[in-house]
T-cell receptor
């Protein structure tokens, strides 16, 4: 069985500030981990993924995430928030195969 | 850049009616999925499809649901007799190889059951 917990359903940051969105996972096998972003009235767009290899993965739009097996975490960060980053972010886990199991999402608000 | 497309973008139906949601996956992809997102809730897996058969389905995917790949390009989700609680955004996704590639999502179909 697999599951994802995203701490904080709403996160608010100032423009230019660090973005940190938290994700913890549970998986009985080595996980594949993903971050997707959803802009209003749009589908899910992949930001980045971890499958194997380097634990620090870089994605689009300046985002990155680090897989920490000991902490069962895959937190998403961006050094400097931009207004265009305002969206909902979903962490997801896959047990190397089929379905994605998503977290409940974190709504990111960026303020001037 | 290739993308997954879905039609219609919004479907309104009466309770008890049948609906068919359509998806065109990315052309060289072999694995297909349906997910749904009830308003304000998380995205939930419904079903995966490979080699013309269901490879996995969730508890949500009961006998009222079916999927089909009627031709070489379309992938459909049918809900036989819709209920109020079927109201949700339905996302189609496809993948070339889920062991190494991510799933690409379509823009979704918003289904409203009245």
């Amino acid at each position: 069985a697999q599951s994802v917990t995203q701490l904080g359903s709403h996160v608010s940051v100032s423009e230019g500030a660090l973005v940190l969105l938290r994700c913890n996972y549970s998986s009985s096998v080595p996980p594949y981990l993903f971050w997707y972003v959803q802009y209003p009235n749009q589908g899910l767009q992949l930001l980045l993924k971890y499958t194997t290899g380097a634990t620090l993965v870089k994605g689009i739009n300046g985002f990155e995430a680090e897989f920490k097996k000991s902490e069962t975490s895959f937190h998403l960060t961006k050094p400097s928030a931009h207004m265009s980053d305002a969206a909902e972010y979903f962490c997801a886990v896959s047990s190397g195969g089929n379905k994605l199991t998503f977290g409940t999402g974190t709504q990111l608000k960026v303020e001037l | 850049e290739p993308e997954v497309t879905q039609t219609p973008s919004h479907q309104v139906t009466q309770m008890g009616q049948e609906v068919i949601l359509r998806c065109v996956p990315i052309s060289n992809h072999l694995y297909f999925y349906w997910y749904r997102q009830i308003l304000g809730q998380k995205v939930e897996f419904l079903v995966s499809f490979y080699n013309n058969e269901i490879s996995e389905k969730s508890e949500i995917f009961d006998d009222q649901f079916s999927v089909e790949r009627p031709d070489g390009s379309n992938f459909t989700l049918k809900i036989r007799s819709t209920k109020l609680e079927d109201s949700a955004m339905y996302f189609c996704a496809s993948s070339e190889n889920p062991l190494v590639n991510e799933q690409f999502f379509g823009p979704g179909t918003r289904l409203t059951v009245l």
